[in-house]
């Protein structure tokens, strides 16, 4: 079974610092990745995705992610980042065959201090 | 508006007192999921379904369950509430099998147990 691994659980910034999120996950075949993001008191929304071509992705806000397959990786990433961007930032892991299970990983809290 | 409608959003109840949240989708979507979110824990998956009247365990399906009587809904169903069940809720759809957009998230349902 797959897993997915995010090793910052508590991500503290001040506004315009860059931001990279960590996701390492464990699979040997071919996956479909996600970033989503809960602000405060919602629910999750979807951030960016990847699916194939291009390894890296934008998403909305600013963000954006890369895909390295030989490190099994999908960081997050932002060069800039704003008050409005406290939030949990969650990493999924779908494997494009077989049966449809995502797996999330814990998430990273983020504070961004004006 | 695309949307996925979790009811009610806030549930305190006694333990051993049968419930039920409800969980609508309006995007003719075939899969949906119910998760728990829980401090440090991240989500983890209790009860998906893959089209109707087709449904599977996720990882904590103890305590719990669904049906898919039809394609919009997937209510959840605790037929005798524990404390250790105080979570908060989402409903999640998709799709396809390949999932496109990702997931489309509830609001969330916050539930507890005393």
């Known amino acids: 079974a797959q897993s997915v691994s995010q090793h910052n659980h508590h991500v503290i910034l001040s506004e315009a610092a860059s931001l990279e999120l960590g996701c390492n996950y464990s699979?040997?075949?071919?996956?479909?990745l996600f970033w989503y993001v809960q602000y405060p008191g919602q629910h999750l929304q979807l951030l960016l995705k990847y699916f194939s071509g291009d390894p890296l992705v934008k998403g909305i806000k600013g963000f954006e992610a890369e895909f390295i397959k030989s490190k099994f990786s999908f960081n997050l990433r932002k060069p800039s980042v704003q008050w409005s961007d406290t939030a949990e930032y969650f990493c999924?892991?779908?494997?494009?065959?077989?049966?449809?299970?995502?797996?999330f990983g814990r998430g990273t809290s983020l504070i961004v201090h004006p | 508006e695309a949307q996925v409608t979790q009811n009610p959003r806030y549930l305190i109840t006694v333990t051993g007192k049968k419930l039920t949240v409800t969980c609508s989708q309006n995007m003719n979507h075939e899969y949906m999921s119910w998760y728990r979110q829980d401090p440090g824990l991240g989500l983890r998956q209790i009860y998906y379904?893959?089209?109707?009247?087709?449904?599977d365990k996720g990882d904590v399906p103890e305590g719990y369950k669904v049906s898919r009587k039809e394609k919009r809904n997937f209510p959840l169903i605790l037929e005798s509430p524990s404390p250790n069940q105080t979570s908060l809720y989402f409903c999640a759809s998709s799709f396809s099998r390949q999932a496109g957009g990702g997931y489309t998230f509830g609001s969330g349902t916050r539930l507890t147990v005393v």
């Open positions: 699979y040997g075949g071919t996956v479909n």
């Open positions: 999924a892991v779908i494997p494009s065959g077989g049966s449809y299970i995502p797996t």
């Open positions: 379904s893959m089209n109707v009247e087709v449904t």
